[in-house]
T-cell receptor, first 107, second 117 residues
Framework: EDQVTQSPEALRLQEGESSSLNCSYT??????LFWYRQDPGKGPEFLFT???AGEEKEKERLKATLTKKESFLHITAPKPEDSATYLC????????FGQGTRLTINP | GAVVSQHPSWVICKSGTSVKIECRSL??????MFWYRQFPKQSLMLMAT?????????EQGVEKDKFLINHASLTLSTLTVTSAHPEDSSFYIC?????????????FGSGTRLTVV
């Protein structure tokens, strides 16, 4: 059974303070690892899909990386508008989600 | 592109009544739609998977007779919560995918907040 564990559960940063979120996974065969952003009361918004170890993708202040056991979402010089819950998921047809990291960026 | 519209955004209903939630893919044909449930400060839990024109596949522990799913067309899936009770209060989210869009095809709706009083 696929499993996803995210850490930390919550993270509070000052504006401009870079950091990383972790997503550890256990799968029988990785079809894809997904990162989503979710704002309160909204559905998840797609950020990245990673397929193989060593792959990296970037979007504005976000960079996602993948190894055989975990993925990191690096946030560089974050702004208050980056505050959200970041979800990691694995799967193909069906997605298994981690519990998310609630990120708060203070101005 | 790849927009999924979900309605209503929120609904309050009385215990014992039924509520229908709609999920529409606006600019692509959704061969598969998924329904999730999310409790406060928790992650998304898959409830069921539906393919157009066939019966939904429910995850273990999800009552088929309580959560009725219909995927009658390539652009519309509905979730009906029958005989709702306060414990059914939750945030329900749909997502849609298409064979043509491969693994990029997971687009989520904006969610429906159901409160049963």
């Amino acid at each position: 059974e696929d499993q996803v564990t995210q850490s930390p559960e919550a993270l509070r940063l000052q504006e401009g303070e870079s950091s990383s979120l972790n997503c550890s996974y256990t799968v029988s065969g990785l079809r894809g690892l997904f990162w989503y952003r979710q704002d309160p009361g909204k559905g998840p918004e797609f950020l990245f899909t990673l397929y193989s170890a060593g792959e990296e993708k970037e979007k504005e202040r976000l960079k996602a990386t993948l190894t055989k056991k975990e993925s990191f979402l690096h946030i560089t010089a974050p702004k208050p508008e980056d505050s959200a819950t970041y979800l990691c998921a694995v799967g193909a047809q069906k997605l298994v989600f981690g519990q998310g990291t609630r990120l708060t960026i203070n101005p | 592109g790849a927009v999924v519209s979900q309605h209503p955004s929120w609904v309050i209903c009385k215990s014992g009544t039924s509520v229908k939630i709609e999920c529409r893919s606006l600019d692509f044909q959704a061969t598969t739609m998924f329904w999730y449930r999310q409790f406060p400060k928790q992650s998304l839990m898959l409830m069921a998977t539906s393919n157009e024109g066939s019966k939904a596949t429910y995850e273990q522990g999800v009552e088929k007779d309580k959560f009725l799913i219909n995927h009658a067309s390539l652009t519309l899936s509905t979730l009906t919560v029958t005989s709702a009770h306060p414990e059914d209060s939750s945030f329900y989210i749909c997502s849609a995918s298409s064979r043509d869009r491969g693994l990029y095809g997971y687009t989520f709706g904006s969610g429906t907040r159901l409160t049963v009083v």
